[in-house]
């Protein structure tokens, strides 16, 4: 017994799960490619800017990301690297995301944030660091696109304390910037990682006394190596000091500049996030806190994807080991449902290619084949009743009435609307009155994504007529009069049949908050 203990004690320590969050054009997708250039997971990083070129990046599915060429699912890739397994949770970065994004975000133990050196903290990354912020996982911050002219390190740092309201802590320092860039400095290591420019096929590293080591001025020349050790001197004084405990709690964030594009800083920040990052943590349930080391298997679904093998019309549900060891073909009682299912096609993922997997361990994510029984939020568990802490839905902020063009297809249009409200693309309203369909989606690109789909992978062609609502709040009220909804705001029922009202604008909000005293208006279903 106690062998099977220390096994999976030595698995969980190898794993870290981690999400990128970042900005439209941050570097995400080249970054993540980098990464896996080093597991050897691909031997080569597709040409992220060559959309034309049939070489698309590893980590995009659908057809309409090939054609826009940005992330709009979040996708999970696995590699190995020195030792450990990493799992990556690649979050949709364009500023059109969906819920989908955010509840990734609950599968991983901490977060890659991602800024460009010229652009700084931009809206999509707030949203996505307020989400990791509230759940106390820790921030690791890469500044990337440090071979262009950007903004200068400590103006970078102010905003990200300023904005994002987390101290920061320089892990390493570039030297130059732009076409002066000619390499980075490692507080903690003492050395310094040459820029070669575009080759970074071995990476240069030379060690030093410290950063006022002659070595340095050779190499720099001496106005660059000037402004360095003036830089360095004043963050020694000025600058926190490096705490693991804040780190872990999300309180202060590392920081590490780099060129992803070049491969130059990527392999420093990925050996120094393995030693820093933390392992698969515990998660808190209906049975209280279950650690990794349980050895009873749990896990719970955190995301649902349809077709995404357009040759199998299939659905995969994505779902996060918390404990135990899985193994193929092993039953489970999926709680919700009441009943034993046995699991016996997992699969694994590495972008597009998917192997069926034999076992896995606590922080990794599996597929799980779905012939339409899971949702979002489910627990899977081996004896027991443990129910995982509900992930979080989030309130829509754009409203669209859907019509059918072709009556006819009535039956595809309704199969096509559930499975994806079923997967989290869309929430679905009917209006009480005329029983019309409203959609609520938290980013635009969310409904292109449903037309597309529902045209591609149900034959069948909708339109959608944007509505002037922007706030949805459920209401909790034991009587609900929809006269009281009528101006500025309409009621509607969710597909749970929880009556929701729609308004156009804070005022009108506020004033039925007010006309309604006795209610409770909630942001999210209860």
Request: proline content about 4%.
């Amino acid at each position: 017994m106690g062998k099977t203990i220390n096994e999976l004690q030595s698995e969980v320590d190898k794993r870290r799960t981690f999400a990128i969050i970042s900005h439209p054009d941050a570097g995400k997708t080249t970054l993540t490619e980098k990464l896996l250039l080093f597991g050897g997971a691909i031997r080569l990083a597709g040409s992220v800017k060559a959309r034309k070129a049939s070489k698309h990046a590893t980590s995009d599915w659908m057809e309409i990301e090939k054609q826009r060429g940005i992330s709009v699912t979040s996708s999970v890739m696995q590699f190995d690297y020195k030792g450990h397994r990493i799992n990556i949770l690649d979050t949709p970065g364009h500023q059109d995301f969906s819920e989908d994004t955010y509840r990734t975000l609950t599968a991983a133990d901490s977060a890659l944030m991602l800024i460009d050196v010229a652009k700084g903290v931009e809206a999509q990354t707030i949203k996505l660091f307020q989400v990791c912020a509230k759940r106390g996982i820790p921030i690791f911050t890469f500044i990337n696109k440090l071979d262009r002219e950007g903004r200068s390190p400590f103006d970078l740092m102010e905003e990200i304390e300023q904005v994002l309201g987390i101290r920061s802590v320089p892990m390493n320092w570039p030297i130059g910037s732009g076409r002066e860039l000619c390499g980075v400095y490692d507080r903690m290591k003492n050395q310094v990682e040459l820029f070669q420019g575009d080759d970074h096929s071995s990476i240069e590293v030379q060690k030093v006394k410290d950063y006022n080591d002659p070595v340095i001025r050779d190499m720099a020349g001496e106005f660059l190596h000037d402004q360095l050790c003036q830089d360095l001197e004043l963050l020694d004084v000025a600058g926190d000091p490096f705490d693991l405990e804040k780190v872990l709690k999300g309180e202060l964030t590392p920081v590490f500049f780099g060129s992803a594009v070049n491969n130059f800083g990527v392999q420093t920040f990925l050996d120094n996030f393995l030693q820093l990052a933390p392992k698969p943590e515990p998660r808190r349930s209906t049975e209280g806190l279950i650690e990794p080391t349980n050895e009873k298997f749990t896990g719970y679904v955190f995301k649902i994807q349809a077709n995404m093998n357009p040759a199998h019309r299939d659905r995969i549900a994505f779902l996060r080991i918390v404990s135990g060891k899985f193994e193929r073909g092993m039953s489970v009682k999926h709680v919700r449902a009441g009943k034993e299912i046995k699991l016996s096609q997992p699969q694994q993922f590495l972008a597009q290619d998917r192997d069926i997997v034999q076992e896995a361990y606590p922080g990794d994510i599996i597929g799980l084949f779905d012939p339409g029984i899971f949702r979002i939020g489910d627990s899977l568990c081996q004896g027991g009743e443990v129910v995982f802490n509900e992930l979080p839905t989030f309130s829509p902020e754009l409203f669209a009435k859907v019509t059918i063009k072709n009556a006819f297809k009535h039956k595809q249009y309704q199969k096509g609307i559930d499975q994806l409200t079923e997967e989290g693309t869309i929430q679905v309203f009917r209006t009480i009155s005329f029983d019309d369909m409203i959609l609520g989606v938290v980013g635009q690109l969310q409904f292109e994504v449903f037309e597309y789909r529902m045209k591609a992978e149900y034959g069948v062609e909708v339109q959608l007529q944007r509505m002037p609502y922007q706030f949805a709040r459920w209401i909790m009220d034991e009587k609900v009069d929809p006269s009281k909804f009528r101006i500025n705001s309409t009621l509607v029922l969710d597909k749970k049949d929880n009556h929701v009202v729609l308004f156009e604008n804070e005022y009108a909000m506020r004033t039925a908050m007010e006309k309604n005293p006795t209610a409770k208006f909630l942001e999210t279903a209860p």
